[in-house]
């Protein structure tokens, strides 16, 4: 090999060492140059921000303004400082999330092909800082590197159910705090179920001054006598809701709510009880699980009901995305009302799952008129992914309207590739991977990061179709902040990593040492994370 040769070959591996670089970030970027030398941030050190990055600059200067004890000066014009900058011709390249990240000795500069891709870049910068600024000392100093970022996925989401036990407007800005450090977008919020109606409806009042209250809890197991002897109550007025969107706007975060039905409704139910099916319910249960009444769909007054619920759903929250639920649909209830079945035989419905189907493409041509778009649990598809199902009652003819976004939890992956195949967009959040209320034993940190929303197997043109993936607290028995918390953190961490991540850049030794640093700064900030991850050693464990 001749000299010229070797040295282009030199010149390669060098350029791949550095683009292989990792930093103490969580995710863990696409590409990571690391140089020498320093940035140091002062008091005197100014933020330039272009007329669309206000808001990220107001967000950077209150996140830096306890190392300083003020707020760094804020300007458009200059070159030396945190510089925060939109350039739409990176899109192309980086996607509408992605940025740039170059820290130099005479500044920081922080680039995007928009708003959103900024702020993770601040993001980062905020990982790269000591975890106490107020112990700084009056300068930071950050070291030089150069990192190109993009999400592997569009959709990043923490799900959070409150119907079952609420938790408030502090926890939930805690948890969109987290959410925001660890890049995550979406928002899901779990308002409405059997035991909790947690969202004001104007119209509807009964459906908080019934619904969000129940007089007792079940401990103890799915099927356990015990109850807690105490009531439980709480929901959000429509204002407090704007307050929590408007913090979550700030932070990049779109929240989609999810209001139950056809099932799963037993707490509007036990408010206006012309809703249900078998018409007994006089309060809001006091016990989880598949409860046996749903929504009488037979009834055009429990359509104009949705429609007036979604309406002021859909007018306050500024996502386009409404989450209706649609999963563990018990159907002896239907089976055995005359009404239902007089219903099902004028509409040629043959089966109960059928039914489900033409309830559920109602509202999501009512959600389509609106401009919205309508994502439900995959059972809205039909098809058995119960073994409590009757085979002949989950049987379908009935086709769901294909503008929905299929939320997969359930089922033989099988049924991933056959929705894709017919067009659906699909959010894979399968539970054996996802669920937070799982035990860390049963989904310890290697398995959720281990977890990959495209299934083995699925085809490269259907690739585009998996728009992302989500993990779930559920709540049934997590009525404490501190059970939810250690539930969520670590695994939370893990789950972002496997929505922004490149697959190729995965390495869970590389995110293990990385925690470390995670890990201690949530115990700076009071969260309360698994107690077994507080001496664990992630060496060596690919």
Known sequence: MDKMKLLILLVSLMATTAMAQNVNVIPQPLNVETGTGYFIITSKTKIIADASNCGNAIYLQKMLEPAFKKGLELTSKGAKGIVLKLDENLADEIGSEGYLFEVGKKAIKITASNQAGVFYGIQTLKQLLPLDLNEAGGELSVSTVKIKDQPRFSWRAFMLDEARYFKGMDQVKKLLDQMALLKMNV?????????????????????????????????????SKERSGKSHSGFYTQNQIKEIIAYATERHINIVPEIEMPGHASAAIAAYPWLGTIGELKETPVVFGKLPDSYNVSDPRVYTFIEDVLSEVMALFPGK???????????????????????MKEKGLASPADLQIFFTNKVSNFIDKKEHRMMGWNEILGGNVHEWQKAEDVEVKEKLATSAIIHFWKGNLDLINDAVKKGYDIVNSYHMYTYLDYSHNYIPLEKAYAFDPIPEGLDKKYHAKVLGSGCQMWGEWIPEVSDMDRMVFPRLAAYAEVGWTAKERKQYSVFGANLKHMLERWKKEGIGYADKFEKKDFSNQD
């Open 321 to 343: 995305t409404i989450h209706i639920g649609g999963d563990e649909v018990k159907f002896d209830a239907w089976k055995e009302s005359e009404e239902v079945q007089a219903f």
């Open 187 to 223: 928002f899901h919020w779990h308002l409405t179920d059997d035991q909790g109606w947690r969202i004001e409806i104007k119209k509807y009042p009964k459906l908080t001054r019934i619904g969000s209250t129940r007089e007792d809890s079940q401990i103890g197991g799915w099927n």
